[in-house]
């Protein structure tokens, strides 16, 4: 395959809810393992997948999400109570970890492991004031102009 | 493919572990051997029955073997 020009994926990351923080590290590490040069931009909320102080305590919202799984059927607008962010949190990784899934910091690990390019929109993190020492070790900054500089190339580009 | 006995260089057991995990620490595995030498991996989730083929091609390995005994799913691979 190596005389083959390599395949390659870009995703931009813009949540930063745990349910939307899985795929893209999944789908990139998974490419990754498959030889495929890989990219994930992080921008707005996105950036907090790779912010140490957050990425470990991400959180998944109730509120608005009506396929939120919950142990007994309740109306989406108690949601919206005090609490209720932390036990739908509570609940999602308690799924998680009875099928032994790895954490987003596993998942991050891994796709540093694997070489995925891990880039921090640069506009956003000046908007949010979060600097590259708050961001996970291997992660880079970079602009619009370098995501569409790899992603011209790519041959598969998803927004998450 | 018959089913001749194959000898492993070495093992993998990724039993328990759900997907992405079996792919990925398989490519580690990979990594990890020289080229020519056999891995075995144990894994036990279905749904890497058909994404751990989809590695082993896109990747330019050799899936020698693919067994089911108990729920365990047994790879052989050679690695390119």
Known sequence: ?160 | MASIEITPDEIADLKGLNCPMPVLKTKKALDKIESGKILQVDLTDAGSKSDLPAMIKRTGNELLEMKEAEGVYTFYIRKK
């Not at chain 1, 939307?20 to 890989?38: F, G, R, W």
């Not at chain 1, 954490?103 to 492991?113: F, G, K, Y």
Request: proline letters at 8%; a negative charge.
């Open chain 1, 1 to 160: 395959m190596s005389e083959e020009k390599p395949k390659r994926m870009t995703i931009i990351a813009s949540k930063g809810a745990l349910d939307m923080a899985y795929p893209p590290l999944i789908l990139a590490s998974t490419a990754a393992a498959m030889d495929v040069e890989t990219m994930i931009f992080f921008t707005f909320y996105g950036i907090d997948v790779i912010n140490k102080h957050k990425y470990a305590n991400l959180k998944v919202a109730p509120i608005g999400n009506p396929a939120m799984p919950s142990p007994v059927p309740i109306p989406n607008i108690i949601g919206m109570l005090p609490g209720m962010t932390a036990m739908g949190t509570m609940v999602m990784k308690s799924m998680m970890g009875k099928i032994n899934w790895p954490s987003i910091p596993d998942m991050v690990e891994a796709c540093l492991e694997l070489d995925v390019k891990m880039v921090a929109c640069t506009p956003t993190l000046e908007m949010t004031g979060v600097t590259q020492a708050d961001l996970i070790e291997g992660v880079k900054v970079g602009g619009a102009a370098d995501y569409l500089d790899f992603a011209l190339d790519a041959n598969i580009n998803l927004f998450v």
